[in-house]
């Protein structure tokens, strides 16, 4: 087992995803990955309209979520960036807002320092 | 056991069998038309049922109030101008290539009343065949707003002096009441319980009155659309509901209007078809429209839009149960959806 941590987090105001990769950058987090996930209820709730097409069509109704995916190196780091994503996202407490959560990570490969 | 406790009993059964057979919340491509066939059997039981018909305006009032409240202007001015005329001249040309040769066979009023409810599109058909070419997607979605708008110019006609200033009356005062109730309230609940209470109240004023509840309240939406603060939450509201709203309805009208089991409605529905299905082709194929890059078949679902226009005017007229006309255009109407979906599966294939 390594001290590295694995953080992953899910926001869904994508407006802000890029002022968060900036703060990582300025505080030397280089590495990450951004993926576009869909949450459970918006894939549920993804049905053509039947009556609403024109509105559906104008408001991008396949709009998706953004999930950062980056391997810490340890436990301080980790913390360090998630404090930063909260500052600028502001807090995840709310409902649909998204979610950050870290796991511990076994072996790594690849990684650079 | 009283003939209405029968017809609700009858109406909860076939709602949650269908709901089971069908499996899931999602319509399936036929949007809804299984529903239709279903209360077709349930006008075969003999039950006085006429006196319920005022539950059908409310349904109208909310496929127009949810129809209007999604045209904000800022939306609609964002689109191109040569987009907007090719539209245009597709309906209003297709409109009147189709009522001229169902002239023939109809009266001139249900034959212009058929072309206007024939000409729109199902979006929810075509967007599960065709899910990139947005120009394709905008293009569907703009006909329904043409056709209402052409249903309303057909009311325009038809009604005389009286009524129409009494409509436009209706559209103004409960434009302005509704907007000015609905701008007072802070929270969602409040919101979806008034919202539900205007329409009832517009569509049944209108019923009362003798005046499109559909028109009225289309034109309501697109006041509150582009005029009331809460406008996403109160489309948000409409749009929640809107399969098992429309499936009510669906299961409402084929018990309120029934079917007249005649080989002259039968013919009538056969020329129908014939007549929007070559139509339909010759148009299509015009490069100008630029629609012949897809096959053709998927254009020619009709949808939910075509039940509901024509059902506006069939109460309109009175609502006579099992009228030939009517009869012959429901007839069309899911045959031509059937048609649509299966040439579409097959040619998917």
């Known amino acids: 087992m390594t001290n590295a941590k694995l953080l992953v987090c899910i926001i869904s105001n994508e407006k802000k995803l890029e002022d968060i990769l900036e703060a990582l950058i300025e505080a030397g987090f280089t590495g990450g990955s951004i993926l576009d996930v869909r949450g459970m209820f918006e894939y549920l709730a993804d049905e053509i309209p039947l009556f609403a097409g024109f509105r559906s069509l104008i408001e991008d109704h396949t709009k998706t979520n953004k999930m950062f995916m980056s391997v810490m190196q340890d436990e301080a780091k980790l913390r360090q960036a998630m404090d930063i994503i909260e500052n600028i996202y502001g807090s995840f407490a709310e409902t649909n807002t998204g979610i950050m959560f870290s796991v511990d990570v076994a072996n790594i490969r690849g990684i650079k320092q | ?349």
């Open chain 2, 1 to 349: 056991m009283s003939p209405k406790l029968l017809l609700i009993f009858f109406i909860i059964l076939s709602y949650a069998g269908v709901f089971f057979v069908f499996r899931k919340r999602s319509l399936s491509l036929l949007v809804g038309m299984e529903y239709l066939l279903l209360g077709f059997l349930f006008s075969l039981v003999d039950i006085e049922i006429d006196s319920l018909k005022p539950l059908l305006f409310p349904f109208l009032g909310w496929i127009g109030f949810l129809t209007g409240s999604q045209l904000k202007l800022k939306y609609v001015l964002r689109l191109d101008k040569k987009f907007y005329l090719s539209v245009i001249l597709f309906t209003v040309l297709l409109t009147g290539t189709i009522t001229v040769v169902l002239s023939a066979l109809l009266s001139a009023e249900h034959a212009v009343l058929i072309a206007i409810a024939l000409v729109p599109i199902s979006y929810r058909t075509v967007a599960q065949f065709i899910t990139e070419d947005r120009f394709v997607l905008f293009f569907i979605g703009i006909i329904p707003f043409l056709a209402m708008l052409l249903l309303l110019l057909f009311y325009f006609v038809r009604l005389t002096m009286d009524s129409l200033l009494l409509m436009v009356i209706f559209i103004l005062v409960f434009s302005i009441i509704s907007r000015f109730i609905l701008t007072h309230l802070d929270d969602k609940k409040s919101i979806n319980l008034l919202l539900v209470g205007l329409i009832i109240f517009i569509s049944e004023s209108c019923a009362v009155l003798g005046l499109s509840s559909l028109v009225v309240n289309f034109c309501v939406g697109i006041y509150i659309a582009n005029f009331c603060p809460y406008r996403d939450i109160i489309f948000s509201a409409l749009y929640k509901d809107e399969k098992q709203l429309y499936i009510m309805f669906l299961l409402l009208l084929g018990m309120f209007a029934g079917i007249r089991l005649e080989p002259a409605v039968f013919l009538n529905s056969l020329l129908i078809i014939l007549v929007v299905l070559c139509c339909k082709y010759l148009f299509l194929k015009i490069t100008y429209f630029q629609l012949q890059s897809h096959h053709w078949f998927y254009f020619l679902a009709p949808g939910g839009f075509a039940i509901t226009l024509a059902t506006d005017f069939w109460l309109f007229e009175g609502g006579a149960r099992a009228s030939a006309w009517f009869s012959s255009f429901l007839v069309s109407v899911i045959s031509l959806q059937c048609i649509s979906v299966l040439m579409s599966k097959s040619y998917e294939v």
